[in-house]
């Protein structure tokens, strides 16, 4: 999990200063991770 996680550069070098944010950009990332595998039209 971590490995694509870190993929965004923004999650790897930690931009964030607050925590809250921090979480916040995790949480989107791993959302537009999983909206990604949901609706890939590969077969």
């Known amino acids: 999990m971590f ?9 790897g070098t930690r ?3 607050l925590a809250k944010s921090f979480a916040a950009m995790v949480t989107l990332a791993c959302t537009l991770r999983c909206l990604r595998q949901y609706f890939s039209y590969r077969a």
């Open 3 to 11: 490995g694509w996680l870190k993929e965004s550069r923004r999650i």
């Open 15 to 17: 931009y964030d200063k």
